[in-house]
T-cell receptor, first 116, second 114 residues
C-alpha cells in the first residue's frame, strides 16, 4: 500500500489553464505539506495543514490554493498556470506524538508539472 | 535567518568505499532536529537519518551515520561500504522544535563508481 500517494504523476498543460493535484496519505499523520522543487532541485515549502487547519502559508502567488477536506487529504489547485510554475510538486506528511517530538516526512512520489 | 548549506554540489565515491557529505546550518535556536533525505533518479524522497539536537550521540542507520557538531553547527553524513544504489541527490534538512517547517539545503549529487 502506498503511504503518500499523489495524482497525477505527470501533468502537461497549456498556459492559462487551471489544474489540480491530489494527495492522500494512509499513515494516520496529522500534518500534510506541499513543497515545490525547481529545476535546480531546490525544495521550498508552500503550504502545510495540521488536522485540516492551514498552519503554513509561504509567499506563494494566490493562484495556488490548497484544500484539505480531511486530515488524510491535501489537494493543490493552481489557476491561470504560467511557464514559471513548471516544477515538481511534492506532497508530504508527518506525525506528531503529542509530546512535541519531531519526525521525518513521508513524501509522495511527486508530480512533474510542465506548462507549455 | 535560518539557512542550510551544502557546499558540495557533487561528490563521487568508488563502490565499497566511504564518503562523507557535508552540511552546515545557521540558527539561534537550541532545540531542533536535523535530517538527511535521499532522492534517487526515481524522484522519491526517502528519509535516511534523523538527529535530535539535544542528543550528543550521533545517529546511525546501518551503513549511514552522522557527525553532529552542535557548536560548529555541522551535520555531515557518512556512507560506509557505498553501493550503486546509494547514487542519488542527498538533502540536508533542519527543523526547529515547535514548528512544522523544514528548511532544506541545495543538495549534493552522489555518484557511485563501479
Amino acid at each position: 500500500d502506498t503511504a503518500v500517494s499523489q495524482t497525477p504523476k505527470y501533468l502537461v498543460t497549456q498556459m492559462g489553464n487551471d489544474k489540480s493535484i491530489k494527495c492522500e496519505q494512509n499513515l494516520g499523520h496529522d500534518t500534510m505539506y506541499w513543497y515545490k522543487q525547481d529545476s535546480k532541485k531546490f525544495l521550498k515549502i508552500m503550504f502545510s495543514y495540521n488536522n485540516k487547519e492551514l498552519i503554513i502559508n509561504e509567499t506563494v502567488p494566490n493562484r495556488f490554493s490548497p484544500k484539505s477536506p480531511d486530515k488524510a487529504h491535501l489537494n493543490l489547485h493552481i489557476n491561470s498556470l504560467e511557464l514559471g510554475d513548471s516544477a515538481v510538486y511534492f506532497c508530504a506528511s508527518s506525525p506528531s506524538d503529542g509530546w512535541g517530538n519531531v519526525y521525518g516526512y513521508t513524501f509522495g512520489s511527486g508530480t512533474r508539472l510542465t506548462v507549455v | 535567518a535560518q539557512t542550510v548549506t551544502q557546499s558540495q554540489p557533487e561528490m563521487s565515491v568508488q563502490e565499497a568505499e566511504t564518503v562523507t557529505l557535508s552540511c552546515t546550518y545557521d540558527t539561534s535556536e537550541s532545540d531542533y532536529y536535523l535530517f538527511w533525505y535521499k532522492q534517487p533518479p526515481s524522484r522519491q524522497m526517502i528519509l535516511v537519518i534523523r538527529q535530535e539536537a539535544y542528543k550528543q550521540q550521533n545517529a546511525t542507520e546501518n551503513r549511514f551515520s552522522v557527525n553532529f557538531q552542535k557548536a560548529a553547527k555541522s551535520f555531515s553524513l557518512k556512507i560506509s561500504d557505498s553501493q550503486l544504489g546509494d547514487a542519488a541527490m542527498y538533502f540536508c534538512a533542519y527543523r526547529p522544535s515547535g514548528t512544522y517547517k523544514y528548511i532544506f539545503g541545495t543538495g549534493t549529487r552522489l555518484k557511485v563508481l563501479a
